[in-house]
């Protein structure tokens, strides 16, 4: 017997027929012995309307309202699914945010949970009762609904798993687990068994968008162990845990990429202390996330070259930004090319191995490919290149590391 | 300046558009100087969808979960209207059943309001806030939310106007009042400046349906001034208020007419006690409604015919139900007549006037319409035609009356 959280997305919720599919789902370990707690989105596509009225009543809208708004999208799934359950022959009732309650922070719209009183709920899963409890929202300090920010029913999940000692949290998705790489790119790519949590939120953040990042912070910091699962078939997923628990480690994991890249380069900056600053302090100060920075060493002694990533959404923004700063900052001339990507090569294997840079490095020059900007960190190396040869550096690095599947 | 409960129906808060058009409306009261809470509908059809998504997941759904899932959608309106007045520089926030609170019992989906706690939301009425209120729903003493059943909108904001010591109730809806008579029917009908809550009560269980019921009789008692108008029209509507604030009254106030009715009459029934109790019993027990009874008065002394209507839909279970309790209730011959309609006239004058009867039956009898049954009440007289004659008898009572409209 095991205490579960099972945690469904918006398409695994999207109408009656898939809601009756994931009340099977969370029978079946009910009949297995097992306490469970749901935790459920809005059906697809309702959050999406809920935010658009917003936007439509005033672009300008008031947070605490738009809580009040989006938040009843899981409201209403979860009602749905108790009703299922019951019909099932399933005891289950739903449980708001308010009730539980989940408690949160203020800051609506993007509210993070503080605390879960879990002694009703527990008592009630020890009886045999399904918890159901809609995702993305709490009760705030000021006794308001607060919602957790896109993506957050990952976080409810994971919370209500640590708050409620669960042994496992579930998270199913449309995907059967995590690779590693793409499918869509290397059709040899492979389901991993297990991925660390530090591995999966360099992959996350790195654009393989299957959890939300905050999620897996929290999981990790509570020693929750996830499940990344398919809830259309049936089969075991990916888990996501510690690294105690994983016996044998490969050096890589998995292979992320992201297209979401654009360069800029900076030439003939003064090379003198502060001017990083000020060349980085106004592009956050208008919400411009830099990624890569590479400043070279200075040849003369004078001045140097700054290179920096931005969204590519985000480029002429950025342009427009250093342009108008040409006096403060000090260039010679500013350089840019949004026809870049990043590849990411993630494993807490390379801690203790070394080579698998120059592994990266030796893959791609086999194959022509020019490595424009290198950034290392202690579980991850990324490249930036040209974006024309995305598919086949993510191919050649694959082998490279030996990911790829046995051929059947 | 007056305190004031403004409630706003499905059709009025159908789109943003719409709920922009309400909040010029509550903004007009507050720049009048009025203190000012807002109680809404779901938006229109949004409702029936949620209603049908439970009848979807389970025919014998839950009623606390369904009450999770309906109450939603005031809870959407509510929020959104919150939005669009602060847009407009009027303050005003949200307020949910559970955070006011609207306490109810557990019955759910069709609970009734116990009391409300009006401290809070008062203060912040002073303080210029308007106070927007989803309809319909409360929190149960289970602390789980409830709701009052179809239409319970009314009721939550007659309800909230009694608590907070309102001065007056507006029901905005897509009618601009209460009317003499159907419009449709009635060209010359006028609309009513002024009603009786017992006028209202007996036109709106008639089939006049602009008011809850069990709004009008909450308001009588606790003496809410009600205003039925349009949110589409600037004018004054009709006002349901006590007696004695109707100066003139009219001796008949509205006529109000059934088609939903069908024709029962048993022939040669024993004339003895507990007769009545043998036939409308076990009709009672299969919860079929039965609305005028005559029995007349037995000629032999031995047998007597027994003649009462149903609504037209339970016509057939009616007749089933008594062919299989032939031998128990005991009748010659049992005849029925769906093509039958109930014509009412109310009016609170008819208490201390004699003649109102006499009138219509001369009215009637003028053109030649036979009246079937007769019943009559305190303020009511109500007779069962032969529904050809349906328009013809209305517009007849309405001249007979006096009823109709100066020409313009």
């Known amino acids: ?36 707690a749901v935790v459920v989105s809005a059906m697809s596509q309702v959050t999406n309307q809920l935010v658009g009225y917003c936007e439509e009543a005033s672009p300008m809208y008031d947070a605490r309202e738009y809580d009040v708004v989006v938040s009843s999208g899981e409201q209403v ?68 609904v607060t919602t957790l920010g896109r993506g957050g029913s990952d976080t409810s999940a994971v ?23 793409d499918p869509r790119i290397v059709s040899r790519a492979r389901k991993l068994d297990k991925i660390t949590y530090e591995e999966m939120l360099e992959l996350a953040s790195l654009g393989a968008k299957v959890l939300q990042t905050r999620s897996v912070e929290m999981a990790m910091k509570h020693d929750v162990r996830l499940q990344v699962l398919s809830s259309f078939e049936d089969k ?43 060349i980085f302090g106004p592009l956050a100060d208008t ?60 494993g807490v294997g390379m801690r203790t191995h070394a080579g698998v840079a120059a592994t990266m490095f030796e893959a791609l020059a086999e194959k022509g490919i020019n490595i424009q900007v290198i950034t290392t960190s202690e579980i991850k190396v990324s490249v930036l290149i040209a974006e024309e040869y995305l598919e086949l550096a993510i191919r050649a690095l694959h082998t490279a590391y030996g990911l790829d599947a046995d051929e059947e």
């Open 77 to 144: 799934t979860s009602g749905l699914l108790a009703i299922v359950l019951q019909s099932m022959g399933v005891p289950a009732r739903s449980w708001q945010g308010w009730q539980i309650p989940i408690r949160t922070d203020s800051v609506h719209a993007k509210a993070r949970i503080a605390d879960i009183g879990t002694d009703e709920i527990s008592t009630r899963m020890k009886k045999g009762e399904v918890v159901v409890v809609p995702g993305f929202q709490g009760v705030g300090t000021d006794n308001r």
């Open 1 to 36: 017997m095991a205490r579960i959280v099972m945690k469904f997305g918006g398409t695994s919720v999207a109408d009656l027929e898939r809601i009756r599919n994931v009340a099977q789902r969370v029978k079946n370990e009910v009949d297995a012995g097992n306490e469970v």
């Open 287 to 346: 919400s411009i996330n830099v990624d890569m920075i590479v400043q070279n060493v200075s040849e003369d002694g004078q001045t140097t070259n700054m290179t920096f990533t931005v969204p590519r959404g985000d480029l002429k923004r950025a342009i427009k930004l250093l342009e108008s700063k040409k006096e403060s900052i000090v260039y010679e001339r500013m350089i840019f090319d949004s026809d870049v990507v990043k590849i990411s090569v993630v």
């Open 236 to 278: 075991p997923g990916t888990f996501v845990c510690n690294e105690d628990e994983i016996v044998e480690k490969e050096l890589v994991s998995g292979i992320a990429y992201s297209r979401d890249e654009a360069k800029v380069t900076l030439i003939g900056v003064p090379d003198h202390p502060g001017i990083s600053a000020g």
């Open 159 to 181: 919370a209500l798993a640590a708050a409620c000692g669960a042994d496992r949290c579930d998270i199913y998705t449309d995907v059967d687990g995590i690779y590693t790489t």
